[in-house]
């Protein structure tokens, strides 16, 4: 039997020492995750130039010597920090670590909501059920239970979902009210953000919000606050129920962020009612990321990983797509897309459909 050759730009050792720190990945992560929320971290960052010994971090961050030493040679390695001499100082990774906004919405999803899940992965991908999800709760999906989920762990969602939405209303909100929608259907509507962001923009428009009954509780407290509720309408929905139809006559129908929750078939048929409930010259408006249309390695990084949550969480069945898996759905679905706007934000793609 002949040896496969394999072709790699690394040399055997630089591969051998990544295959070490993957084989102990998940003791790296609550290392760098202990280092941060025990405020070592934190520590060294006030510790200028030279640094701190371990002792000093001990005594600032009031912690045992012996701990403090532990994480801080796990931090060495990891590359959180470096030591010259006797002292300890932050690199840029621990400095990520401690103030990025990105990296510690990913590091608390990861900790929060997909830790104790993830071991359910293999089982997974075999049944195409979340097999992980029944340590958070005794759903079928994540999404039936996100208002009951512990408040830490809840808080950990939002925060994740927040960070890679909020960004992009002030770049979609022009484009989607160029046309003067009078009534907008938000599919997905979540905790009402992006419909109270329309109703703050525009004192015409009405907007009807889409979700299961936990989310339109959450969205609705939150809209009540704003004194523009007369001019929300709340519609409970099961997205996975086919015969269930939209609210007809929608001049702009919103999907951010939603439909990578469902499988290749269930867009179609959200899709398919979505066209079913669009006035005349109405358009629906979809705001995804797709892990082909990024730019930096990171951002294709933070998206396959994620799929990884869905299969053994969310729901089993979804993903981050291809943009061209979402293409095919789009036609699949009886629309043509108008527009792409594939520089929305950094990560964002927006396709602008119409019946076609």
């Known amino acids: 039997m002949s040896k496969r050759i394999v072709r790699d730009d690394k040399s055997l050792y630089e591969t051998k020492a990544d295959a070490q720190k993957l084989a102990f990945a998940p003791l790296a992560f609550h290392a760098a995750l202990a280092l941060r929320d025990l405020g070592i971290l934190s520590t060294l960052a006030n510790s200028g130039p030279t640094g701190f010994s371990a002792e000093r971090v001990a005594q600032l961050a009031e912690l045992p010597l012996y701990g403090v030493k532990v994480l801080l040679e796990a931090g060495l390695v990891c590359d959180l920090v470096a030591l010259e001499e ?28 997909c830790y104790r899940g993830m071991p359910g992965l293999g089982e997974a991908v075999k049944t195409g059920k979340p097999a992980g999800l029944k340590e958070l709760g005794p759903w079928s999906t ?6 009951h989920l512990p408040a830490h762990v ?8 927040h960070y890679y939405s909020d960004g992009l209303f002030p770049a979609a909100l022009p484009i989607v009210f160029a046309h003067k929608p009078k009534r907008l259907l938000d599919v997905g509507a979540n905790t009402g953000k992006f419909s109270k962001a329309c109703l703050e923009r525009d004192a015409d428009v009405n907007v009807t919000l889409l979700d299961l009954p936990g989310q339109l509780d959450m969205a609705r407290q939150n809209i009540a606050t704003t004194g523009r509720g007369a001019r929300a309408t709340y519609h409970p929905i099961d997205f996975l129920d086919t015969t269930r139809e939209f609210p007809k006559d929608q001049d702009a129908i919103w999907m951010s962020q939603f439909l990578d929750c469902f499988a290749q078939d269930e867009i179609v048929s959200i899709l398919e009612r979505a066209r079913r409930a669009l006035a005349p010259n109405g358009r629906l408006y979809i705001v995804d990321t797709y892990w082909d249309n990024q730019e930096h390695a990171a951002a294709r990084f933070v998206l396959v990983m994620t799929t990884l949550y869905f299969t053994c969480l969310a729901n089993g069945n979804s ?4 943009s061209d898996d979402m293409r095919g759905c789009v036609r699949r679905a009886g629309f043509a897309i108008e527009r792409e706007v594939n520089d929305l934000t950094l990560s964002h793609t927006m396709f602008v459909c119409r019946p076609g």
């Open 154 to 161: 809840r808080q950990s969602w939002f925060a994740f979902d």
């Open 319 to 322: 993903k981050m797509y291809h």
């Open 142 to 147: 994540i999404y039936e239970g996100l208002a």
């Open 86 to 113: 006797d002292h300890f100082r932050l690199r840029k990774l621990g400095l990520l670590v401690l103030q990025d906004a990105m990296t510690r919405a990913n590091m608390d999803f990861t900790a929060d909501v």
